[in-house]
């Protein structure tokens, strides 16, 4: 099998995933699934990482790839770390809470 | 298969159960920040597997190493600053500035390989087809969620409102001319034309703009969350571009469960994905401008007033709203109810599931604030304890306590979930004046008789309470 045929594969049952795997999310969790969800689109570094890694002597390319790279990091490590500082709030209160009751 | 592909493959597939289980577990109050993380290191652990795979089959360069270090302290040093340093409030438009970086950088390696034809020279005639289509639907899907998401971002910020043609059915002509344009340019890219190129990536990012432009404040977190999904829908794409399989899955993944979510936050809010898109602001359109009759009957009072009641009072209920978001007072509503607490007053706060600038906003500035967070109600626990409620001090929500969503089904708000503040005995609206809410929607609350206005920006008129409070001993123990 061709890598396209399989791959038209592997995005037919990652879409059904995706579908499943958030079913009741509380309203409380609509902000931080968002933006989580977000920091894990930045995955297309692996593209640019790819890319530069295949760009050979390519000075543009190697540009363009790096460039590419910097905004799917921005949006990463950004991503992730706001929606702990969001998360942390969260769950901050909770043992305290518990000890009060 | 070498060793190092095995371990690229064991690496792929872990990331990818990772990467499931941390969406799924963001789903949960509970496991939300471990999922949180896991799926940050099921992200290192694919780039890891990237890099690894690459030095086993071929070499990384010392210049590839330099420009991925370069691109990788750029943007990891950038977004950790942006992180740290943005206030919480500002969330909705630091989270659409993110997104629009991932689409820019799925164009890009679009745009990249279009333009110099990079790959290992192994693609067949079939894939050849896929391989155009995909960097196709890369650029067309990036471009948008780039200016899509900057447009939502400046206006969330203020920096840019809808200029007025845009409001009208014209802006459906010029976007249906641009969707056309890119499809007339989509055709020649694949035809292999650089002109193609450049049309597709400039009428897309037009699109981008031109879709979200019109769209009112309050609906850009449904069309955020729409953006995110197009983000994985682009690093799918993107994944086909550079054949990565993680790719696909996890951009898959993100763009299909960012649809749900989309969906759900449709709901909370009691509007269609199709009348966010192109209904633009309910507002705007005649039927409402019925319902914007002139206020006749307001009873409005003094911060001194409200004081009194307040210290009267043995169950208090806050409803904070969007007024409370923007004016940033979540603090000083915080010393408020510290000090009515000290006093023996019970508080709970009434949380509709779209109070805030974005669903769920408003639990996170609350618990910035200190505010525990088993005295934060959902909107259906707390509706019945309304009538045995003292006091409600409704803060900047306008909507969301409107009757007429239940008793007027006339209203272009019927149907929509809205707390029963007016149930209570004695209800206080902190609001700047008698502008109307985002609906444009005329609030019959403010003109029954238990409720009083409070006019004045809500962090003021809340400083302004809590000095009242103790003038009068609340707050101060014993």
């Not at chain 2, 009194?308 to 915080?334: K, S």
Request: net charge neutral; hydrophobic share 50%; proline share 4%.
């Amino acid at each position: 099998m061709s890598f396209s045929t399989e791959a038209l594969w592997i995005l037919l049952l990652g879409s059904l995933l995706g579908l499943e795997l958030i079913g009741k999310v509380p309203p409380t969790l609509h902000t931080p699934l968002m933006s989580g969800a977000n920091a894990i689109s930045g995955i297309t570094m692996l593209a640019a990482l790819t890319l530069i890694i295949k760009a050979g002597d390519n000075i543009p390319l190697l540009l363009m790839g790096s460039v590419s790279l910097s905004f799917a990091l921005f949006n990463v490590i950004g991503g992730f770390l706001v929606t702990d500082r969001m998360l942390a709030m969260f769950s901050r209160k909770a043992p305290k809470a518990k000890g009060k009751r | 298969m070498t060793a190092t592909e095995i371990f690229k493959y064991a690496i792929d597939l872990i990331a990818v159960l990772l990467l499931g289980l941390g969406i799924k577990g963001l789903s949960k109050v509970r496991s939300a920040r471990e999922a949180n993380r896991l799926a940050a290191v099921a992200m290192g652990l694919a780039v890891i597997g990237v890099l690894v795979d690459s030095i086993g089959s071929n070499g990384i360069s010392t210049s590839a190493w330099i420009w991925i270090i370069l691109g990788t302290i750029i943007g990891g040093f950038l977004g950790m600053i942006t992180a740290q340093r943005v206030p919480m409030t500002a969330m909705p438009e630091t989270v659409a500035l993110f997104n629009g970086c991932g689409g820019m950088s799925s164009l890009l390696v679009a745009i990249g390989v279009a333009l110099f034809q990079v790959g290992d020279g192994q693609v067949d005639l079939s894939s050849a087809w896929v391989e155009k289509i995909s960097i196709v639907i890369s650029v067309f899907v990036g471009a948008i969620t780039f200016s899509g998401s900057i447009v939502a971002m400046a206006k969330l910020q203020g920096w840019l409102s809808t200029p007025s043609w845009m409001q009208s059915k014209f802006r459906h002509f010029i976007n249906i001319l641009l969707a056309i344009l890119s499809l007339i340019a989509a055709i020649n890219l694949i035809q292999g034309s650089n002109n193609g190129l450049t049309l597709l990536t400039a009428s897309s990012m037009l699109l981008g703009i031109g879709v979200t432009l019109p769209i009112g404040g309050a609906d850009m977190p449904v069309v955020i969350s729409l953006l995110n999904s197009y983000s994985g829908v682009a690093a799918a794409a993107a994944g086909f571009v550079v054949q990565s399989q993680l790719l696909i899955v996890a951009g898959a993944m993100v763009g299909a469960a960012g649809l749900i979510l989309t969906q759900v936050m449709c709901n909370g809010m009691n509007r269609s994905l199709i009348s966010v898109l192109f209904g633009g602001a309910l507002g705007s359109n005649s039927t409402s401008k019925n319902n914007a009759g002139e206020y006749t009957n307001i009873t409005s009072c003094s911060v001194e007033e409200c004081a009194l009641t307040l210290e009267a009072a043995e169950r208090v209920v806050i409803v904070p709203g969007y007024g409370l978001a923007v004016a940033q007072a979540q603090h000083t509503l915080r010393e408020v109810t510290r000090a009515l607490e000290t006093s023996g007053v019970e508080v709970n706060y009434a949380i509709h599931p779209v109070a805030g600038r974005m669903p769920g906003h408003m639990n996170v500035l609350l618990a910035e604030a200190d505010v525990p967070y088993e005295q934060l109600k959902e909107m259906d626990i707390i509706n019945p304890d309304f009538p045995a409620t003292d006091v409600v001090l409704v803060l900047g929500a306008n909507d969301v306590v409107n009757p007429q969503a239940k008793s007027d089904p006339n209203s272009p708000l019927y149907g929509m979930p809205v707390l029963d503040v007016q149930e209570a005995r004695t209800v206080f609206v902190v609001k700047r004046g008698m502008s109307a809410g985002y609906s444009g929607i005329k609030n019959d609350l403010f003109e029954l008789p238990n409720t009083s206005m409070v006019f004045g920006d809500a962090k003021k008129v809340l400083g302004d309470l809590l000095v009242e409070l103790k003038e009068l001993g609340v707050g101060s123990k014993g």
